[in-house]
Nanobody, 118 residues
Framework: QVQLVESGGGLVQPGGSLRLSCAAS????????MGWYRQAPGKQRELVAT???????TYADSVKGRFTISRDNAKNTVFLQMNSLKPEDTADYYC????????????WGQGTQVTVSS
Protein backbone atom coordinates (compact mmCIF):
# COMPACT_ATOMS: atom_id res chain seq x y z
CA GLN A 1 0.00 0.00 0.00
CA VAL A 2 0.98 3.63 -0.49
CA GLN A 3 0.59 6.58 1.86
CA LEU A 4 0.66 10.10 0.42
CA VAL A 5 1.04 13.37 2.35
CA GLU A 6 0.48 16.75 0.66
CA SER A 7 1.79 20.08 1.92
CA GLY A 8 2.44 23.64 0.75
CA GLY A 9 -1.06 25.04 0.41
CA GLY A 10 -2.15 28.40 1.72
CA LEU A 11 -3.51 31.85 0.90
CA VAL A 12 -1.96 33.80 -1.97
CA GLN A 13 -2.90 36.90 -3.97
CA PRO A 14 -3.75 36.70 -7.68
CA GLY A 15 -0.57 36.54 -9.73
CA GLY A 16 1.36 34.91 -6.91
CA SER A 17 3.02 31.49 -6.67
CA LEU A 18 2.91 28.37 -4.51
CA ARG A 19 4.71 25.03 -4.59
CA LEU A 20 2.86 21.93 -3.43
CA SER A 21 4.65 18.77 -2.29
CA CYS A 22 3.48 15.14 -2.16
CA ALA A 23 5.62 12.74 -0.12
CA ALA A 24 5.11 9.01 -0.73
CA SER A 25 5.77 6.14 1.68
CA UNK A 26 7.31 4.00 -1.09
CA UNK A 27 9.88 4.59 -3.79
CA UNK A 28 8.09 6.59 -6.46
CA UNK A 29 10.09 4.71 -9.08
CA UNK A 30 7.75 1.80 -8.25
CA UNK A 31 4.68 3.90 -9.14
CA UNK A 32 3.65 4.12 -12.79
CA UNK A 33 1.81 7.46 -12.63
CA MET A 34 1.52 10.21 -10.05
CA GLY A 35 -0.75 13.19 -10.42
CA TRP A 36 -2.40 16.23 -8.91
CA TYR A 37 -6.16 16.72 -8.83
CA ARG A 38 -8.23 19.57 -7.43
CA GLN A 39 -11.79 20.04 -6.24
CA ALA A 40 -13.52 23.38 -5.67
CA PRO A 41 -16.69 23.69 -3.54
CA GLY A 42 -19.72 22.49 -5.49
CA LYS A 43 -17.62 21.13 -8.35
CA GLN A 44 -16.33 17.71 -9.40
CA ARG A 45 -12.73 16.70 -8.83
CA GLU A 46 -10.62 17.39 -11.92
CA LEU A 47 -7.20 16.37 -13.17
CA VAL A 48 -4.52 19.08 -13.00
CA ALA A 49 -1.29 17.33 -14.03
CA THR A 50 0.39 13.91 -14.19
CA UNK A 51 3.91 12.55 -14.40
CA UNK A 52 4.89 8.97 -15.27
CA UNK A 53 7.77 6.87 -13.98
CA UNK A 54 9.73 7.77 -17.12
CA UNK A 55 9.06 11.50 -16.82
CA UNK A 56 6.24 12.05 -19.30
CA UNK A 57 3.94 14.91 -18.21
CA THR A 58 0.41 16.03 -19.03
CA TYR A 59 -1.52 19.16 -18.01
CA ALA A 60 -5.08 20.40 -18.01
CA ASP A 61 -5.61 23.17 -20.56
CA SER A 62 -6.60 25.56 -17.77
CA VAL A 63 -3.16 25.37 -16.13
CA LYS A 64 -0.88 24.79 -19.11
CA GLY A 65 1.97 27.28 -19.16
CA ARG A 66 1.41 28.27 -15.52
CA PHE A 67 1.86 25.02 -13.56
CA THR A 68 4.77 22.56 -13.65
CA ILE A 69 4.80 19.03 -12.23
CA SER A 70 8.13 17.47 -11.28
CA ARG A 71 9.60 14.75 -9.08
CA ASP A 72 12.58 14.00 -6.87
CA ASN A 73 13.08 10.24 -6.86
CA ALA A 74 15.67 10.37 -4.07
CA LYS A 75 13.14 12.06 -1.77
CA ASN A 76 10.13 10.06 -3.00
CA THR A 77 8.37 13.36 -3.59
CA VAL A 78 6.34 14.94 -6.39
CA PHE A 79 5.93 18.71 -6.70
CA LEU A 80 3.47 21.08 -8.32
CA GLN A 81 4.87 24.55 -8.98
CA MET A 82 1.98 26.99 -9.47
CA ASN A 83 2.69 30.42 -10.97
CA SER A 84 0.44 33.27 -12.10
CA LEU A 85 -2.32 32.00 -9.82
CA LYS A 86 -5.91 33.03 -10.50
CA PRO A 87 -8.97 33.07 -8.21
CA GLU A 88 -10.39 30.15 -10.21
CA ASP A 89 -7.42 28.04 -9.04
CA THR A 90 -8.90 28.07 -5.52
CA ALA A 91 -9.57 24.45 -4.49
CA ASP A 92 -8.46 21.53 -2.38
CA TYR A 93 -5.52 19.87 -4.13
CA TYR A 94 -4.98 16.10 -3.89
CA CYS A 95 -2.08 13.85 -4.79
CA UNK A 96 -2.82 10.50 -6.47
CA UNK A 97 -0.66 7.45 -7.16
CA UNK A 98 -1.46 4.68 -9.66
CA UNK A 99 0.28 1.37 -9.11
CA UNK A 100 0.15 -2.08 -10.69
CA UNK A 101 0.35 -5.21 -8.50
CA UNK A 102 -1.52 -7.96 -10.40
CA UNK A 103 -4.11 -5.23 -11.06
CA UNK A 104 -4.23 -1.43 -11.14
CA UNK A 105 -4.55 0.27 -7.74
CA UNK A 106 -4.91 3.93 -6.84
CA UNK A 107 -4.13 5.86 -3.66
CA TRP A 108 -5.04 9.38 -2.51
CA GLY A 109 -3.54 11.88 -0.10
CA GLN A 110 -5.59 13.89 2.39
CA GLY A 111 -5.43 17.11 0.39
CA THR A 112 -4.09 20.62 0.91
CA GLN A 113 -6.11 23.81 0.51
CA VAL A 114 -5.16 26.58 -1.92
CA THR A 115 -6.97 29.92 -1.79
CA VAL A 116 -6.26 32.67 -4.33
CA SER A 117 -7.82 35.97 -3.26
CA SER A 118 -7.02 39.65 -2.83
Amino acid sequence: QVQLVESGGGLVQPGGSLRLSCAASVRITSIYVMGWYRQAPGKQRELVATITSVGTTTYADSVKGRFTISRDNAKNTVFLQMNSLKPEDTADYYCKAERFITTWLNYWGQGTQVTVSS
